[in-house]
């Protein structure tokens, strides 16, 4: 019936046809890029600032209470987290068959019954945007070295960082390095005791000379006037001259007691860009953004800011790393790779069929059969990635077979008939003759592939598109068979009955019928010789090596680097310099970024002494691209003291977003002791480094941080008459700052912290002599009143 209906109105059949093109075509310029499909499942992240708590408070008072919330949410599978110094960062991994926005909304509930529960000094638990598989859009880098740190991180926080957020497809934007700005009351307790003022009243002249009301509105007879009161100018010597008390009339201000001065805040980690100190955007892409179209519109808005940016003597490195050059260059050598498919498909057709016509009707079933899966899978809401590419490239060779055996029946009884008989008859006769092997021979594809549709988890999420994009090329060409072929035919082909068979093809025909001939003599033999190749076809696969992937060849590479445990900033950044002047040197490589601990409002929880680089390497490939990996691993070894690891991209986003671990391989050791737990990390390390092949093997945990305990005694503290919270604030205060407020310009918001001169901050040891003062306002020295002493900690804490 579907025969006989095309060859009944060829016309229409032949321009719905054409539209298919059109439609395809516009479709493919339209469609979402990506590197994969969305391989991970579900998932949200939650993330918790504890400033100054340890890694062992966070766990205890931030983690466990919202690990204990989020176990009990409808369709959690798993829960992973990491506490270390300051923040509290849990993953949670949902049913793979959850919607991800309804998924957070559960989440975000079961949070916010669980916030008041955490420390005063806890922020809000925070989920973070919900991103790509792959994340990672863009990291661009600056570099200004007459340009004051904190000048240059006030650029890139908040004109640069704004503009690219703005950007559609845009989740978030990290800024790494430079100095982030607040305005720092540096009390000095001699001036303060002198004068007899307290730290919470420092705090309290803070708090309201930053105060900001509203005025509300006055209600005339005609109109409605908005009063509102300003909020005040707040320089340094504004804040300076912000009054505290009155002391025998004469006010006490703010810098009588304390020096007010713009400095930096405390960091969590820092970046080197090309070797040099600069600043790092890592920009990531939302949910189902087209990675390619995001990637191009961020450079737009980058292109346009960086004139502006090179007066001013900043440099701009945007492509530190991007991953739409690894799309584009799978799209780029799978389309040439099909154009040069369908151009030897086309050669063979024309030198057997000998006909250009017969050729031409035949070539057509190729991009209308890709064509048409690729409208299907896009109305699927499929990506085109590198999976569905790949299972049209394989279906490249499999969609002409069904117009290939339709047209060579049609031709071959077209040029058999008489003169006078009906070609519409005869083309119809000669399509339903062949039409029940051509349906059985497509379904028996379509079969052989579809188990793989079903498969579960990362296999399924990687090879069902795959799959779904042949079966799709492949039903599409059998339909294109069952209509299209039949009206071209119609419309463009005569008997020719003089036509005569080559006599190449009549020899390849006769061959073929004395083997074939010769096989039906013997088919014991046959059969023996058969199973003697599917034995060692066998045996051959299972001495095979086994991966899920095969190695990527991205030109892209992350180092992960980790110096000594407890190592600082400064030493890490030292570091740094040295490792990517040694890769610099290389001439394979291109850029180099290196990102130290962490970032704010960063998903990684890296320690000061973790470290992260970015290689980029310059036009490689295959050979060249493991001679680097293996000089890169070369220069890493000339650096004793550190442990490192070399991944591709796209393998460390797989792994890390599977499993939380970027290796190949990951042993867990689970309980409650930390102690034994180290010791036995320990001992499975060594024994696995002695294992054959085995590299890069690292503790990811490594206890040894030095931490400085100060153990308040509560007898001594009611001897003294000191509060235990008046205590902490001194220690907090001393050295990490306490934030008692904000002040807000035209596009900038930055904090107000009181804390102690930089002089004193640097004197851990000198931290027995800080000075607390009591509530009969006598001072008390911090030894008195706590025990101090040192001590190997932890930087991190996961399970």
């Known amino acids: 019936a579907i025969v006989r209906a095309s060859l009944r109105h060829p016309v229409m059949v032949v321009i719905a046809g054409a539209l298919l093109l059109a439609f395809g075509l516009m479709t493919v310029s339209g469609a979402r890029y990506d590197v994969f499909p969305?391989?991970?499942?579900?998932?949200?992240?939650?993330?918790?600032?504890a400033p100054g708590l340890a890694a062992d408070q966070v766990e205890v008072l931030v983690t466990r209470p919202l690990e204990a919330a989020i176990n009990g949410t409808n369709g959690v599978t798993s829960v992973r987290s990491e506490s270390v110094q300051g923040l509290s960062v849990i993953n949670v991994v949902f049913a793979n068959a959850s919607d991800p926005f309804r998924t957070r909304q559960v989440l975000a509930e079961a949070l916010a019954e669980v916030g008041g529960a955490l420390p005063k000094t806890a922020a809000t638990p925070r989920l973070s945007p919900l991103t790509s598989s792959t994340m990672d859009l863009l990291k661009i880098g600056f570099v200004a070295p007459a340009i004051d740190p904190m000048k240059l991180r006030d650029i890139v926080q908040w004109q640069i960082r704004t503009r690219l957020l703005a950007v559609p497809g845009v989740a978030r934007a990290i800024v790494f390095g430079g100095d982030e700005r607040r305005l720092e009351v540096q009390v000095r307790p001699d001036a303060?005791?002198?004068?007899?003022?307290?730290?919470?009243?420092?705090?309290?002249?803070?708090?309201?000379?930053?105060?900001?009301?509203?005025?509300?509105?006055?209600?005339?007879?005609?109109?409605r006037i908005v009063i509102t009161a300003g909020a005040p100018r707040l320089a340094a010597a504004d804040l300076a001259a912000a009054p505290i008390t009155l002391t025998a009339g004469t006010p006490v201000r703010i810098g009588d007691v304390a020096t007010v001065t713009e400095a930096a805040t405390p960091k969590s980690g820092d970046a080197l860009v090309m070797g040099k100190p600069g600043i790092l955007i890592a920009m990531s892409s939302q949910y189902g953004a087209n990675t390619l179209d995001t990637t191009l519109a961020v450079e737009r808005v980058l292109a346009e800011l960086t004139p502006a940016l090179n007066a001013q003597g900043i440099a701009v490195y945007p492509h530190l790393h991007r991953p739409a050059n690894f799309i584009e260059t799978a799209l780029s050598a799978i389309t040439r790779d099909l154009v040069i498919g369908a151009a030897m498909i086309g050669l063979v057709l024309l030198v057997f069929l000998r006909d250009v016509r017969v050729a031409l009707i035949t070539f057509l079933a190729i991009p209308l059969s890709l064509l048409g899966a690729l409208v299907v899978l896009d109305r699927l809401g499929q990506t085109i990635n590198t999976m569905t590419l790949g299972g049209l490239a394989v279906a490249l060779g499999v969609v002409i077979d069904d117009a290939i055996v339709d047209i060579e029946n049609i031709v071959r009884r077209l040029n058999a008939s008489r003169a006078d008989d009906d070609r519409r008859a005869i083309i119809a006769a000669a399509s339903i003759e062949v039409r029940a092997p051509v349906v059985y021979a497509t379904f028996v594809l379509v079969f052989a592939i579809a188990p793989v549709l079903f498969l579960t988890g990362l296999q399924g999420a990687f090879f069902a598109p795959l799959a779904l994009a042949f079966i799709l090329a492949v039903l599409a060409s059998l339909l294109v068979a069952l209509t299209i072929v039949p009206a071209l035919a119609l419309l463009l082909l005569r008997p020719r009955p003089d036509r005569q068979e080559p006599r190449f093809l009549t020899a390849i025909k006769k061959a073929h019928e004395r083997i074939v001939a010769r096989i039906c003599g013997r088919p014991h033999m046959v059969i023996a010789a058969t199973l003697v190749v599917g034995t060692a076809a066998v045996i051959g696969l299972a001495m095979f090596g086994a991966e899920l992937l095969p190695a990527f060849r991205e030109r892209h590479y992350v180092l992960q680097v980790s110096g000594p445990t407890g190592a600082s900033i400064p030493a890490m950044r030292d570091l740094g310099r040295a490792i990517s002047k040694d890769l610099l040197a290389l001439p394979e490589i291109a850029t180099v970024e290196h990102q130290i601990g962490r970032a704010e409002a960063g998903?990684?929880?890296?320690?000061?002494?973790?470290?992260?680089?970015?290689?980029?390497?310059?036009t490689l490939g295959g050979a060249d691209e493991d001679a680097t990996q293996a000089k890169i691993?070369?220069?890493?070894?000339?650096?004793?003291?550190?442990?490192?690891?070399?991944?591709?991209?796209?393998?460390?986003?797989?792994?890390?977003?599977?499993?939380?671990?970027?290796?190949?391989?990951?042993?867990?050791?689970?309980?409650?002791?930390?102690?034994?737990?180290?010791?036995?990390?320990?001992?499975?390390?060594?024994?696995?480094?002695?294992?054959?092949?085995?590299?890069?093997?690292?503790?990811?945990?490594?206890?040894?941080?030095?931490?400085?305990?100060?153990?308040?005694?509560?007898?001594?503290?009611?001897?003294?008459?000191?509060?235990?919270?008046?205590?902490?604030?001194?220690?907090?205060?001393?050295?990490?700052?306490?934030?008692?407020?904000?002040r807000a310009s035209a596009i900038q918001v930055s904090d107000i912290a009181t804390t102690l001169p930089p002089e004193l901050r640097h004197q851990p040891e000198a931290i027995g002599d800080l000075l607390v003062r009591s509530t009969d306002g006598v001072t008390v020295k911090l030894r008195d009143i706590a025990e101090l002493y040192s001590s190997d900690g932890r930087l991190a804490i996961s399970h």
Not at 44 to 49: F, G, L, N, S
Not at 204 to 217: D, E, H, L, P, S
């Open 633 to 742: 691993r070369a220069v890493l070894a000339h650096y004793p003291g550190t442990q490192s690891e070399v991944l591709t991209f796209l393998g460390d986003r797989i792994s890390e977003s599977l499993s939380g671990e970027t290796a190949a391989l990951a042993i867990s050791i689970y309980g409650a002791d930390l102690d034994q737990l180290d010791k036995s990390a320990a001992d499975i390390a060594a024994a696995v480094r002695r294992a054959k092949g085995a590299a890069d093997v690292q503790i990811a945990t490594t206890p040894g941080a030095p931490v400085l305990t100060v153990r308040l005694d509560p007898p001594r503290l009611a001897l003294h008459g000191v509060s235990a919270a008046d205590a902490q604030d001194a220690i907090e205060i001393a050295f990490q700052g306490q934030v008692v407020g904000q």
């Open 38 to 49: 969305e391989f991970v499942p579900p998932q949200a992240t939650v993330q918790t600032e």
């Open 603 to 618: 998903e990684d929880t890296f320690a000061p002494h973790q470290s992260e680089f970015h290689v980029e390497l310059t």
């Open 192 to 223: 303060m005791a002198a004068r007899g003022v307290s730290l919470a009243d420092v705090n309290a002249a803070i708090q309201a000379a930053a105060a900001v009301r509203g005025g509300g509105f006055a209600e005339s007879p005609a109109q």
